[in-house]
Nanobody, 119 residues
Framework: QVQLVESGGGLVQAGGSLRLSCAAS????????MGWFRQAPGKEREFVAAIIWSGGATTYADSVKGRFTISRDNAKNTVFLQMNSLKPEDTAVYYC????????????WGQGTQVTVSS
């Protein structure tokens, strides 16, 4: 079992920045990928960014490339999502998730943190 706890959401004006954190505990290892997803009201959950724990390779959705940065702190078992140049369309509940590299689907999910961007 892996437990994930997100923090850092809030209300920000368009053009502003927020940094989300996701602390992982439990049976974690270096053979994991951690990702951020988001779900806006009335929309399906969508992928935002992911990082391979070992090596740090990253991937991003086209909609956030150049604005969001995913990173990790190995010592603290924490993943961050730095979000700059925020837009109203970034408003959503943001979830972090983790999967073993051998799995296609994410296996464990956090409870989510609300991000609201005002215009």
């Amino acid at each position: 079992q892996v437990q994930l706890v997100e923090s850092g959401g809030g209300l920000v004006q368009a053009g502003g920045s927020l940094r989300l954190s996701c602390a992982a505990s439990g049976r974690t290892s270096s053979s994991y990928a951690m990702g951020w997803f988001r779900q806006a009201p009335g929309k399906e959950r969508e992928f935002v960014a992911a990082i391979i724990w070992s090596g740090g390779a990253t991937t991003y959705a086209d909609s956030v490339k150049g604005r969001f940065t995913i990173s990790r702190d190995n010592a603290k078992n924490t993943v961050f999502l730095q979000m700059n140049s925020l837009k109203p369309e970034d408003t959503a509940v943001y979830y972090c998730a983790v999967r073993r590299l051998i799995m296609l689907n994410y296996e464990y999910w956090g409870q989510g943190t609300q991000v609201t961007v005002s215009s």
